[in-house]
């Protein structure tokens, strides 16, 4: 797996984390929501260089030009909640990509142990096509696993990226063992530790809560 750290270079991205990051001006869920859109708009940008490109001839009022375009076998698939503004963020870039939807989330056996359940798949074919996986936290790697297993149903797709806003070192490690070889990770920034709950620190809290309100 090919891992592309983004704030490996200092560049306005920093200044997004940092915001998603801060406990004061995270509490304002709009701008939360903003700033991951915008961490997802720079991650498609740095993917797209990846991409393969097509010629086009472009009619303009004066006479044509050809112009290099990216390909549209793209789908772009979020991890229901939490995945929304990264997804909305890369859609913004690829905005005649395919959308699938996945739910995937924690269900406690005790305080400290887990099994992921995923309910909700709703996805086009995936034969041959580009699939971007949008998934903010990449914490303990087991939800991004079980996503995928889910995903095999409709199509082995000829590429595979993943898109988070804040992965741990251990998540990473972790998915490298599920996923195919070339697949590419794009993330934004990467943190050391996860907690006894699976939760990265310092991370960021609760990117499902912050962005859309407290679940029961």
């Known amino acids: 797996m090919k ?5 490996s270079e200092s560049s306005v991205l920093n ?18 929501r903003r700033n991951i859109e915008r961490i997802g ?6 993917l797209s260089k990846t991409l393969e490109f097509n010629s086009e001839n472009v009619a303009t009022p004066l006479g044509t030009k050809k112009v290099q375009t990216p390909q549209k076998d793209i789908v772009i698939c979020s991890i229901l909640r939490a995945g929304l ?17 996945i739910s995937a989330y924690r269900k406690y056996i005790n305080e400290n142990e887990f099994e992921i359940k995923v309910e909700y798949f709703a996805s086009p074919d995936l034969t ?10 990449l914490a303990t790697g087991r939800s991004l696993a079980s996503v ?4 095999k149903q409709n199509g082995t797709p000829k590429e595979i990226h993943i898109a988070c806003v804040i992965a741990s ?10 996923f195919p070889e070339n697949t590419k990770l794009w993330v934004a920034t990467v943190d050391d530790k996860l907690n006894e709950h699976g939760y990265i ?13 407290k679940k029961l």
Do not use: S, W
């Open 169 to 178: 070192t251990e998540g990473i490690d972790y998915i490298k063992n599920y």
């Open 41 to 46: 708009e720079i991650t498609a940008y740095e």
């Open 85 to 101: 503004p990264l997804h909305n963020g890369i859609l913004n870039y690829f905005d005649d990509a395919e959308n699938a939807f």
């Open 15 to 32: 200044k997004f984390i940092g915001e998603i990051r801060d406990v004061t001006i995270q509490k304002d869920t709009m701008r939360f």
């Open 128 to 137: 041959n096509k580009v699939l971007i996986l949008a998934d903010p936290m």
């Open 3 to 7: 891992v592309t750290i983004l704030d």
């Open 201 to 213: 620190v310092p991370g960021l809290g609760d990117a499902g809560d912050l962005a859309f309100g």
């Open 148 to 151: 995928y297993e889910g995903l």
